[in-house]
T-cell receptor, first 112, second 112 residues
Framework: EAQVTQNPRYLITVTGKKLTVTCSQN?????MSWYRQDPGLGLRQIYY???????DKGDVPEGYKVSRKEKRNFPLILESPSPNQTSLYFC???????????FGSGTRLTVV | GNSVTQMEGPVTLSEEAFLTINCTYT??????LFWYVQYPGEGLQLLLK?????DKGSNKGFEATYRKETTSFHLEKGSVQVSDSAVYFC???????????FGTGTSLTVIP
């Protein structure tokens, strides 16, 4: 089944403790992206990647890192999480602009 | 620049009522337009799309027509069901690049 898989689905952590949210797609898509969803703000792009080893900042990149060492994986790294990064995170991938995105099921992160 | 504006919610309708959710956009060139749906606790799913002017996207009884003259892509359904309760997002991708631009989402609740 074609899909984008994120892990974990739920995560509660403490301020300053480094964490990684994994994202993997099995559709051989070149384009991958991370979004955060907050009430009243919709979806905001954090980082995106056009291909292996090519990443760029989205609208809200502060406090996040990404890497794209392989085509299928695009992990999101929070080096020192803070409470304002409590949010619902989505990974997405795309083959081209006409097809649109396939989204993962989301990761609900709480930073206390 | 590129942006999407959706009507604010929440929207509450009785079952079998007619639904319209307004969406207008600003974009350079000829973007592709999308509606995504997010059911409670789930990720975003592609509902329908249109890739050029006057195209009509349709799926599950929902329709939207790409109107370039009014820069709009309004979502409609003739008779909503309780199972249509969800958050609906309008989005665009410019014809150059793969970055999605989302509206803030419109929450729909359908009551029996």
């Amino acid at each position: 089944e074609a899909q984008v898989t994120q892990n974990p689905r739920y995560l509660i952590t403490v301020t300053g403790k480094k964490l990684t949210v994994t994202c993997s797609q099995n559709m051989n898509h070149e384009y991958m992206s991370w979004y955060r969803q907050d009430p009243g703000l919709g979806l905001r792009q954090i980082y995106y990647s056009m291909n292996v080893e090519v990443t760029d900042k989205g609208d809200v990149p502060e406090g996040y890192k990404v890497s794209r060492k392989e085509k299928r994986n695009f992990p999101l790294i929070l080096e020192s999480p803070s409470p304002n990064q409590t949010s619902l995170y989505f990974c997405a991938s795309s083959r081209n602009s006409v097809d649109g995105y396939t989204f993962g099921s989301g990761t609900r992160l709480t930073v206390v | 620049g590129n942006s999407v504006t959706q009507m604010e919610g929440p929207v509450t309708l009785s079952e079998e009522a007619f639904l319209t959710i307004n969406c207008t956009y600003t974009a350079t060139g000829y973007p592709s337009l999308f509606w995504y749906v997010q059911y409670p606790g789930e990720g975003l799913q592609l509902l329908l799309k249109a890739t050029k002017a006057d195209d009509k996207g349709s799926n599950k009884g929902f329709e939207a027509t790409y109107r370039k003259e009014t820069t709009s892509f309004h979502l409609e359904k003739g008779s909503v069901q309780v199972s249509d309760s969800a958050v609906y997002f309008c989005a665009l991708i410019p014809n150059t690049g793969n970055q999605f631009y989302f509206g803030t989402g419109t929450s729909l609740t359908v009551i029996p």
